[in-house]
């Protein structure tokens, strides 16, 4: 038989193991709560702090024009060091166009801010050639090029294709007659054009931004976007219109596509001698847009709304710019070299020119009939 004394020794021990064993299980759960609390609070976000909510993107504005830049009389040359550094800088640049560029070789003249050709005669050449470049549309500086009293800019690759260098070799056939080692292929650009700055005598010395500046009523640097870029060059009432989606009577083609896009359906009528095209936005359950064009103008807008009600509106709500043929026309005879040639005689004056409505009959009179001859040899075998 074992001793009380060691009984007792033995339970103490087992008491004391269990003691130990019941401090590690409490520290083990303590640690595993601890832990779990650490992480539902870094998963939870503070009740205190908010939440940081999606910021409106605002809409984009034009920036401000630039201010015109004036050039002393006594302004130096153009060194080569600026030279280069406008080359560098603009070739390969991407701009938007405030101005038409017609397709052909023939490109825009920009001389004290006025462009040439521009009115009448450069619609005439839209409307025979077609626009290579319009207001707005996105443009590449493909060359720069630096003459004595201009500075050439092709845009979008220019009017003229340029030539590989393999393109000018030419070797001698038999006979002498050269023969062009690439095949012969078109050289017109559709798609591109060109800008030609003239200044009065030479090119002065000219900082980039100060040439940025002089092209502003053509090229625009500083927009963003096509639809920015096209906003600067129409008036405040239809970029308003614009901006709301809305259409005007007396806007045209271009600006109903950039105010609500293309029409999903166009239907093409007469009414009477009269064309006109009718684009058709919306479809029932929603309102019906009926706009009216006729020759590149909205002359009515009629809208369906859902309950029945019909609105038109047919008076003019914005009258655009027209070109003046008679300022064109005296443009045009100002351009005009003094040394000329001329039909008039010296000292005469295109004032006191007889013209159609004086009355003057300016139809020259026709040749008297042949008189009557007797025939001879010729006449008498033709007749056999």
């Not at 640690?31 to 609070?41: D, E, N, Q, R, Y």
């Not at 550094?85 to 603009?90: A, K, Y």
């Not at 260098?165 to 650009?189: F, K, M």
């Not at 040899?377 to 007749?383: E, F």
Request: glycine share 8%; proline share 11%; hydrophobic share 35%.
């Amino acid at each position: 038989m074992s001793s009380p004394l060691v009984y007792g020794d033995i339970m103490i021990a087992v008491a004391g193991w269990f003691m130990e064993r019941l401090r590690g299980f409490a520290l083990l759960a303590a640690a595993s709560s601890l832990i779990s609390g650490t992480f539902v609070c870094a998963q939870t976000p503070h009740s205190a702090a908010p939440q940081p909510q999606a910021t409106p993107v605002a809409a984009t504005t034009t920036g401000p024009a630039p201010e015109s830049v004036s050039i002393p009389p006594g302004a130096p040359r153009m060194s080569n060091q600026t030279r280069y550094q406008i080359i560098r800088d603009f070739e390969t640049q991407l701009v938007y166009s405030r101005a038409t560029f017609p397709m052909g070789s023939k490109g825009l003249k920009l001389q004290n801010g006025a462009t040439t050709p521009s009115g009448q005669a450069l619609q005439q050449l839209i409307t025979l050639w077609g626009p290579a470049i319009k207001p707005g549309d996105p443009a590449h500086i493909s060359y720069v090029r630096i003459k004595d009293n201009f500075i050439h800019f092709d845009l979008n690759g220019g009017a003229i294709k340029r030539k590989k260098w393999y393109q000018h070799i030419e070797i001698s056939g038999s006979g002498g007659a050269s023969v062009p080692l690439s095949r012969d292929e078109s050289t017109d650009n559709p798609h591109g054009s060109y800008l030609e700055v003239y200044f009065d005598k030479y090119v002065p010395e000219l900082s980039p931004a100060q040439l940025r500046a002089i092209l502003f009523p053509v090229l625009d640097f500083n927009a963003r976007n096509k639809e920015e870029a096209y906003l600067d060059t129409v008036p405040p009432k239809v970029k308003e219109a614009i901006k709301a989606h809305h259409v005007l009577v007396g806007m045209t083609t271009e600006m109903v596509l950039h105010a609500v896009g293309k029409p999903p359906k166009k239907v093409r009528e007469k009414d009477g001698d009269i064309e006109f095209e009718e684009w058709i936005y919306g479809a029932p359950p929603q309102d019906v847009d009926f706009v009216r064009i006729i020759a590149d103008e909205v002359v009515r807008v009629e809208t369906m709304k859902v309950g029945g009600e019909k609105i038109v509106r047919t008076e003019k709500e914005v009258i655009l710019p027209k070109p003046d043929e008679d300022t064109e026309a005296k443009r045009q005879e100002q351009d005009r070299p003094a040394n000329a040639p001329s039909l008039r005689r010296p000292g005469e004056d295109q004032e006191n020119v007889p013209k159609p409505s004086d009355g003057i009959n300016q139809i020259p009179p026709s040749a008297p009939p042949t008189p009557p001859h007797d025939p001879g040899p010729g006449d008498m075998v033709g007749q056999r």
